[in-house]
């Protein structure tokens, strides 16, 4: 007789036990339902001692401890699955009752050499320590990527929309506007980190400004050369903070433009040579960021030197180097030139002869003999008046006042030249030299 048959005879005897029992009262069928349980549970552990379980949602931990890739300072950055079905075999009291929480599928990174992605395979292993045989895994390795992370300091910038100046002003450029932190800490995976190019706020505002203006935001984006980099595929952390974005707002204001004069001759007259110059540009349409700022009529654009003043001859000067702090250049001009005069002028050469060279401001514990024959300054000046002149016109002097190092022996100092008869003449120097200069032989005077 087989197993089954043996089965079926039972429960036909169990089956007409409890229809007997079922007669009598409540306490004795009870009774009699918990002992064809057991009955029931006898048998089957008797007949059928191993069994097979399913247990779902088991999960993955990543072995890392011990590894190279521990010690290279790797992270598991992403993995295919979080969770496994865990196929079973064993003894009833073993793994009948088993759950999820009693396995763990431990994926190895013994074999992880480099920041990339692998394929591990994984294990079974018991909290408990139960005793069973697994069949089969689903899936049966996880992909998982791995990298070092790092953190790095990146340099941080605005992004402002909506924001617009009013008419009259101006907003700040972009190296203008100041943000406050001006960097930030990113934190993440080496590969992407070391990628990111700049870190942007944005300023999403519809206002319109008349006076310099700080914004206030949390909001920050992250990009590398191609595009931006978003927290959610890209597992990045970074020190999150309030940002501050400070606006320089601009007022209009148009100023007349001046240069200033140096090196003419004491007689000369500045504003009859300036009234001749002419401009490139005569007004200049500035932007002042603070509506404090004295008010200006006109601004000096930089320094004609008249020692390098020739007919015809153009200086060019640039917005950028002669503008006030927190001024900007409405109309971006960037450069302005002025042309010296031309017309009816000509140059020449007058010798000037050593007895004719002045020492002016002489000390008094010294002899000074001037050793150089003479200098050839040339001058240019209207054509009539340069006709007529001659070298006893010209006042050639040698400066001593601020001489304190003179010792005896020979020194060279600069001569300069007046006119002080001709209020339109002026000396470009000697002989293609700015300031020329003389030999003069010092000799300490006797004690008496």
């Known amino acids: ?35 064809a349980v057991a009955i029931w549970f006898i048998i089957s552990v008797s007949e059928y001692p191993v069994i097979n379980e399913i247990v779902y949602n088991v999960p993955i931990e990543i072995a890392l401890e011990g590894t190279y890739a521990e010690a290279s300072g790797y992270q598991a950055m992403t993995q295919s699955v979080e969770t496994v079905t865990v196929y079973l075999t064993g003894n009833r009291g073993e793994v009948g009752n088993i759950k999820a929480d009693d396995l763990v599928a431990i994926a190895s990174a013994e074999n992880v050499m480099y920041a990339t992605e692998y394929n591990l395979p994984l294990e079974i292993e018991s909290l408990d320590n139960k005793d069973f045989e697994v069949t089969k895994i689903e899936p049966a390795v996880v992909s998982v990527a791995f ?3 790092i953190t790095k300091e990146i340099p941080v910038t605005s992004e402002i929309t909506g924001v617009n100046a009013s008419e009259g002003y101006i907003m700040g450029d972009e190296d203008d506007i100041a943000v406050v932190p001006n960097k930030v800490n990113v934190t993440g995976p080496a590969a992407t980190v070391d990628e ?9 505002e519809d206002t319109i400004l008349t006076s310099t203006t700080d914004f206030k935001t949390n909001t920050i984006k992250l990009y590398n050369d191609k595009m931006e980099i978003t927290d959610e595929n890209a597992q990045l952390t970074y020190n999150k903070t309030d940002f501050t974005v400070h ?4 007022a209009k204001r148009t100023v007349k433009l001046d240069v200033r004069i140096t090196n003419a001759p004491v007689s000369f007259d500045i504003d009859k040579f300036k009234e001749r110059l002419e401009f490139s540009v005569n007004e200049l349409v500035v932007a002042v960021a603070d509506e ?11 320094t004609i030197d008249m020692r390098e003043v020739v007919i015809e001859k153009d200086f060019t000067f640039s917005t950028a180097d002669f503008l006030p702090e927190n001024y900007q250049d409405w109309n971006d001009v ?5 042309k010296c005069p031309s017309e009816g002028l000509m140059d020449r050469s007058i010798h000037i002869t050593n007895p004719y060279i ?5 000390p008094a514990q010294f002899d000074f003999k001037i050793i150089t024959s003479g200098v050839t300054p040339i001058f240019i000046g209207p054509k009539e008046t340069l006709e007529q002149m001659t070298y006893i016109d010209v006042i050639a002097q040698i400066d001593m006042l601020n001489t304190l190092d003179i010792e005896e022996g020979y020194c060279k100092l600069p001569v300069t030249f007046s006119i002080p008869a001709y209020d339109d003449v002026w000396c470009i120097g000697s002989e293609g030299v700015l300031s020329p200069m003389a030999t003069i032989q010092v000799t300490a005077k006797e004690n008496n």
Not at 196 to 204: C, E, H, N, Q
Not at 334 to 338: D, L, N, P, R, S
């Open 292 to 302: 404090n700022v004295v008010e200006r009529d006109t601004m000096d654009i930089g």
């Open 334 to 338: 960037k450069t302005i030139t002025v």
């Open 358 to 362: 002045q020492l002016i401001n002489v």
């Open 147 to 149: 990298d070092r992370i």
């Open 247 to 250: 606006v320089p707002v601009y």
């Open 196 to 204: 990111i190019t700049k870190a942007t706020v944005i300023i999403r």
């Open 1 to 35: 007789m087989n197993v089954f048959s043996v089965i079926k005879n039972v429960f036909k005897k169990i089956s007409n036990f409890f229809s007997r029992l079922f007669e009598k009262d409540v306490v004795i069928k009870i009774t009699s339902i918990i002992a």
